[in-house]
């Protein structure tokens, strides 16, 4: 699931059960165990709710069209999990480059597992 450098590729997680990409080009990779339920991102898009049993977000749709786009990345934006680097991550399945938060700016996954 990485390649040379150890860097885990998008498109290795969560992909064996997904839509078509032509229908539905975005993804969301979510560190769960990352979470400490601010709920931010479930102010800001409408995918995300707060679960009262867990404490934790959760979206309610992993994958999802150009409609959807901002407000799912405005969610991984907000998120302050991981010293603001956030733990909710969307990626162009096409490219299979992360769009948000990419603070590493290259479009790499950002997730620590």
Sequence with gaps: MSDD???????D????????IEEKPYKIIFEANKCFGAGK??????????SIKS??????????????LEHNVRAAEVCP????????HVVDRRTDEEIA?????????????
């Design 101 to 113: 938060p990419d603070p590493h700016g290259d479009g790499t996954l950002s997730v620590d597992w």
């Design 41 to 50: 991102c479930a102010e800001v898009s409408s995918n995300w709710e707060m």
């Design 55 to 68: 404490g934790i977000a959760q979206p309610n749709t992993y994958f999802f069209d150009e409609e959807d």
């Design 81 to 88: 999990a991981k010293k603001d680097d956030g733990c909710i």
């Design 13 to 20: 997680i969560g992909s064996s059960d997904a839509p078509p």
């Design 5 to 11: 450098d150890g860097i885990q590729r998008a498109s």
